[in-house]
């Protein structure tokens, strides 16, 4: 098939599989899953003869066994999260503390889609292509992530969204009063301003503040406020084995810090991940032939607990 035309089919194929997997992905995105290159001793052939291209991502070709001892210091490589077909766990979202007065409030204005549908739903994500933001994308729609060393930052290339983040590693400190009036205050940003420092020869701490407080901790409309203090852990457990671990600190809209839960990757062989993007023509024609039509339940939201 033509590229042209791949594309101009491409709307249809991703309305019918987002009424499939509403639940669980909030829209699905551009592109069909595609796949990894060549097989390698650690890496089974997906199908035996079976032409193999160097561009692809194939799911079910997965690293074997723990593939030795982590680099010492090294994260850097292409990693396959859960919705990538890697076999890790899925994300388990932990529950959050109890919230302020001012946290209860922007959460009781959160509608999250499992509860309010495409039509319902004010996640801005799902609504325009917002960015997901800190911590949301260590956590919703895990896919590819791609880490890479400069010599004074370690940049993460995140497949969902085609979005990259900056960690700088040059001892800086983390920026105050983000968002402040006084002159020379920097502007929140939707991944915030992150340093990195190693905890030990395998664990890479990330801290980040700055947050834009438009975008949402997780999926089920928990907020947090510009001054949120977001920590992530990465800990390469061994060379083809990854976990994130995300934390956060909010006095503003959290009682006290609580553990957001633990991300899982695994080594992508041939270092191949697929594009994932959110189209925001594709999510208005959706919303207009299908999700806004089918409404929402009047019921979403009142249950005690919600």
Same mark, same amino acid.
């Given at each position: 098939?033509?590229?042209?035309?791949?594309? /101009?089919?491409?709307?249809?194929?991703? #309305?019918? +599989?987002?009424?499939?997997?509403?639940?669980? %992905?909030?829209?699905?995105?551009?592109?069909?899953?595609?796949?990894?290159?060549? !097989?390698?001793?650690?890496?089974?052939?997906?199908? +035996? $003869?079976?032409?193999?291209?160097?561009?692809?991502?194939?799911?079910?070709?997965?690293?074997?066994? @723990?593939?030795? !001892?982590?680099?010492?210091?090294?994260? =850097?490589?292409?990693?396959?999260?859960?919705?990538?077909?890697?076999?890790? !766990?899925?994300?388990?979202?932990?529950?959050?503390?109890?919230?302020?007065?001012?946290?209860?409030?922007?959460?009781?204005?959160?509608?999250?889609?499992?509860?309010?549908?495409?039509?319902? @739903?004010?996640?801005?994500?799902? /609504?325009?292509?917002?960015?997901?933001?800190?911590?949301?994308? =260590?956590?919703?729609? #895990? *896919?590819?992530?791609?880490?890479?060393?400069?010599?004074? /930052?370690?940049?993460?290339?995140?497949?969902?969204?085609?979005?990259? /983040?900056? #960690?700088?590693?040059?001892?800086?400190?983390?920026?105050? %009063?983000? $968002?402040?009036?006084?002159?020379?205050?920097?502007?929140? *940003?939707?991944?915030?301003?992150?340093?990195?420092?190693?905890?030990?020869?395998?664990?890479?701490?990330?801290?980040?503040?700055?947050?834009?407080?438009?975008?949402?901790?997780?999926?089920?409309?928990? !907020?947090?406020?510009?001054?949120?203090h977001v920590q992530e852990r990465f800990t390469r457990v061994d060379h083809n084995d990854l976990k994130v671990t995300v934390m956060i600190d909010d006095p503003t809209i959290y009682t006290k810090p609580f553990m957001v839960g633990t991300a899982y990757y695994r080594w992508i062989?041939?270092?191949?991940?697929?594009?994932?993007?959110?189209?925001p023509s594709e999510v208005i024609e959706y919303l207009k032939s299908m999700g806004d039509p089918a409404g929402s339940d009047p019921n979403a939201g009142k249950a005690p607990g919600r």
């Amino acid at each position: 098939m033509e590229p042209q035309n791949e594309l /101009r089919n491409l709307l249809p194929r991703a #309305i019918i +599989a987002l009424a499939a997997v509403l639940a669980l %992905s909030p829209v699905t995105w551009a592109q069909t899953t595609a796949s990894q290159g060549a !097989p390698s001793p650690s890496m089974p052939s997906q199908q +035996a $003869g079976e032409a193999r291209s160097p561009w692809k991502y194939y799911p079910k070709d997965r690293a074997v066994g @723990t593939g030795g !001892p982590a680099p010492k210091r090294d994260l =850097s490589g292409t990693w396959a999260g859960p919705l990538s077909g890697s076999g890790v !766990p899925s994300f388990a979202e932990q529950p959050a503390p109890p919230l302020t007065p001012l946290g209860k409030q922007m959460f009781d204005a959160n509608k999250p889609i499992g509860k309010y549908s495409p039509a319902g @739903t004010n996640d801005p994500t799902v /609504r325009s292509c917002d960015p997901f933001g800190v911590p949301r994308n =260590s956590i919703d729609e #895990i *896919r590819g992530l791609s880490i890479g060393t400069m010599p004074n /930052r370690i940049l993460l290339a995140i497949q969902f969204q085609d979005v990259w /983040r900056e #960690i700088w590693m040059d001892g800086r400190a983390l920026p105050t %009063s983000v $968002g402040g009036s006084q002159k020379g205050a920097l502007d929140p *940003r939707y991944n915030g301003y992150s340093t990195g420092h190693w905890e030990d020869d395998s664990t890479l701490v990330v801290d980040t503040t700055g947050l834009d407080d438009r975008t949402w901790v997780t999926k089920n409309g928990y !907020p947090h406020s510009i001054n949120a203090h977001v920590q992530e852990r990465f800990t390469r457990v061994d060379h083809n084995d990854l976990k994130v671990t995300v934390m956060i600190d909010d006095p503003t809209i959290y009682t006290k810090p609580f553990m957001v839960g633990t991300a899982y990757y695994r080594w992508i062989p041939n270092q191949e991940m697929d594009e994932k993007l959110c189209l925001p023509s594709e999510v208005i024609e959706y919303l207009k032939s299908m999700g806004d039509p089918a409404g929402s339940d009047p019921n979403a939201g009142k249950a005690p607990g919600r």
